[in-house]
């Protein structure tokens, strides 16, 4: 068996690419064994071996721990990096905290591109469809976890996902190894341990083969979700619109219904938006089917929200709005907008804030409704509305930018977009530009 389970270690080694290798040391009987495996391989420590333990405070005994791993990685001869870290208890529940905070440490003690092999075994692979499976999760979530992925700057590597734990505790037996228990494993409120002390025992003993059947049906649909993945990828390069926040929407439609969603989630990732739940996926694919050509069909989510807007849905982050009575004399110099729209100035050649004399005062606003203005000496004077709608600015956007007024309400300039023939003659004489510095959403 020790035989066994070295040359699967050591056919994981030749496939790995090339890096150092940290293993992800709890002081528990699978990390613990995991660490034995590499230490005994050449292998393994001519790459550079070491271990890392993560010490979450959340235990009383934890110290103890830390000195556990310690002597353990002193009897391999494989040197120990302990990291500190607190856990915020908030929102997600301990045990998802944890995980966080442990993979925060993680990243921010490795190397680029150093390897951290953790110790997850079939029974955890097992376990982990299972979760998934119950949270409703797609083939990304029921494929598990991989042998090996790419999180930050680092590679998570598992090479016992194919070994039951059984096996990795006669090995531990045979090998007299030493080992933490953690109390938090026997408490059964936890999802996970409810899984594995509670349902896992009567599904084996039903089904024998359980673990393996289920492990075996997470490594098809792992396949499937690759697949889908690299078909998404393309999808995208399809639908995406030339600029990168907005989306073709009829094409979205049109795509086979397994691809919709992951090139939703691989486009909002891309532009670093959060991502909806299923519910709001559902409600976007209904809007946009059934929203008319006048409509502006708009789904919200913390932190993101999506828009429609003639062919193309926009992505934006929560879209901040002055309100509809803000007014503000102004006399030229840097003028900090509200809504965090940026800042509004007259500029001199040299760039630098020009203010307007004593005598001379304009306005700033937002618009209202009804604003008109003359682009050219002898023309017509034409609605704002109607300008917007030709330049193809987004409806959200119009009301956040500023428009310049003089005192008699005669409308000067709107943001660094229009000029009135008056406002162009009057900064003309002024020898000043109306310069907006601004970031709007779209």
Same mark, same amino acid.
Not at 77 to 93: I, N, Q
Not at 292 to 315: F, M, N
Not at 412 to 421: H, N, P, Q
């Given at each position: 068996?020790?035989?066994?389970?070295?040359?699967?270690?050591?056919?994981?080694?030749?496939?790995?690419?090339?890096?150092?290798?940290?293993?992800?040391?709890?002081?528990?009987?699978?990390?613990?064994?995991?660490?034995?495996?590499?230490?005994?391989?050449?292998?393994?420590?001519?790459?550079?071996?070491?271990?890392?333990?993560?010490?979450?405070? @959340?235990?009383?005994?934890?110290? !103890?721990?830390?000195?556990?791993?310690?002597?353990?990685?002193?009897?391999?001869?494989?040197?120990?990096?302990?990291?500190?870290?607190?856990?915020? =208890?908030?929102?997600?529940?301990?045990?998802?905290?944890? =995980?966080?905070?442990?993979?925060?440490?993680?990243?921010?003690? +490795?190397?680029?591109?150093?390897?951290?092999?953790?110790?997850? &075994?079939?029974?955890?692979?097992?376990?982990?469809?299972?979760?998934?499976?119950?949270?409703?999760?797609?083939?990304?979530?029921?494929?598990?976890?991989?042998?090996?992925?790419?999180?930050?700057?680092? @590679?998570?590597?598992?090479?016992?996902?194919?070994?039951?734990?059984?096996?990795?505790? $006669?090995?531990?037996?045979?090998?007299?190894?030493?080992?933490? $228990?953690?109390?938090?494993?026997?408490?059964?409120?936890?999802?996970?341990?409810?899984?594995?002390?509670?349902?896992?025992?009567?599904?084996?003993?039903?089904?024998?083969?359980?673990?393996?059947?289920?492990?075996?049906?997470?490594?098809?649909?792992?396949?499937?979700?690759?697949?889908?993945?690299?078909?998404?990828?393309?999808?995208?390069?399809?639908?995406?619109?030339?600029?990168?926040?907005?989306?073709?929407?009829?094409?979205? +439609?049109?795509?086979?219904?397994?691809?919709?969603?992951?090139?939703?989630? =691989?486009?909002?990732?891309?532009?670093?938006?959060?991502?909806?739940? !299923?519910?709001?996926?559902?409600?976007?694919?209904?809007? @946009?089917?059934?929203?008319?050509?006048?409509?502006?069909?708009?789904?919200?989510?913390?932190?993101?929200?999506?828009?429609?807007?003639?062919?193309?849905?926009?992505?934006?982050?929560? +879209? &901040?709005?002055?309100?509809?009575?803000?007014?503000?004399?102004?006399?030229?110099?840097?003028?900090?907008?509200?809504?965090?729209?940026?800042?509004?100035? @007259?500029?001199?050649?040299?760039?630098?804030?020009?203010?307007?004399?004593?005598?001379?005062?304009?306005?700033?606003?937002?618009?209202?409704?009804?604003?008109?203005?003359?682009?050219?000496?002898?023309?017509?004077?034409?609605?704002?509305?109607?300008?917007?709608?030709?330049?193809?600015?987004?409806?959200?956007?119009?009301?956040?930018?500023?428009?310049?007024?003089?005192?008699?309400?005669?409308?000067?300039?709107?943001?660094?977009?229009?000029?009135?023939?008056?406002?162009?003659?009057?900064?003309?004489?002024?020898?000043?530009?109306?310069?907006?510095?601004?970031?709007?959403?779209?």
């Amino acid at each position: 068996m020790p035989g066994r389970l070295r040359e699967h270690l050591r056919n994981a080694l030749g496939s790995l690419p090339p890096g150092p290798i940290a293993v992800a040391l709890s002081g528990g009987l699978d990390s613990s064994v995991l660490l034995h495996l590499l230490g005994s391989l050449p292998e393994a420590r001519a790459r550079g071996l070491r271990a890392i333990h993560v010490d979450h405070g @959340l235990h009383a005994d934890s110290g !103890q721990w830390s000195a556990r791993c310690a002597q353990t990685c002193a009897d391999c001869d494989v040197p120990l990096t302990v990291l500190r870290t607190e856990v915020e =208890r908030a929102g997600h529940g301990l045990e998802a905290a944890a =995980r966080r905070a442990r993979f925060a440490a993680l990243r921010a003690a +490795l190397e680029d591109d150093e390897i951290v092999a953790f110790a997850h &075994h079939r029974d955890d692979q097992a376990e982990t469809v299972l979760l998934k499976l119950l949270r409703g999760a797609g083939p990304e979530g029921l494929g598990a976890m991989r042998t090996l992925r790419r999180l930050g700057n680092f @590679l998570a590597w598992r090479p016992l996902l194919g070994i039951s734990r059984s096996l990795l505790r $006669s090995y531990a037996d045979a090998q007299r190894l030493n080992w933490i $228990s953690d109390p938090s494993n026997a408490d059964t409120l936890i999802d996970r341990n409810f899984l594995r002390i509670d349902i896992l025992p009567r599904l084996r003993a039903r089904w024998p083969d359980a673990d393996a059947s289920i492990v075996q049906s997470a490594s098809w649909v792992r396949a499937a979700a690759d697949f889908i993945e690299a078909e998404s990828a393309r999808a995208l390069a399809r639908v995406q619109g030339l600029d990168p926040n907005t989306l073709r929407y009829r094409d979205w +439609l049109e795509l086979p219904e397994a691809l919709r969603d992951p090139v939703l989630r =691989r486009w909002l990732r891309s532009i670093d938006l959060p991502e909806p739940n !299923q519910y709001q996926v559902a409600e976007l694919v209904r809007q @946009l089917a059934e929203a008319g050509e006048d409509k502006l069909p708009c789904i919200r989510w913390p932190g993101a929200e999506l828009r429609r807007y003639r062919a193309l849905v926009h992505a934006l982050r929560p +879209l &901040h709005v002055p309100t509809a009575d803000w007014e503000h004399e102004w006399d030229g110099s840097v003028l900090e907008l509200p809504a965090s729209l940026g800042t509004l100035s @007259l500029a001199g050649a040299d760039g630098e804030s020009r203010p307007l004399t004593d005598d001379l005062r304009l306005r700033v606003r937002f618009r209202r409704g009804g604003e008109a203005l003359r682009l050219a000496a002898g023309t017509h004077r034409r609605e704002l509305r109607d300008l917007f709608q030709e330049a193809g600015i987004p409806p959200w956007e119009r009301g956040r930018i500023p428009i310049v007024l003089d005192d008699h309400g005669e409308l000067l300039g709107v943001g660094d977009l229009w000029l009135s023939d008056s406002g162009r003659s009057l900064f003309t004489r002024l020898k000043c530009q109306l310069r907006w510095n601004h970031a709007l959403t779209a």
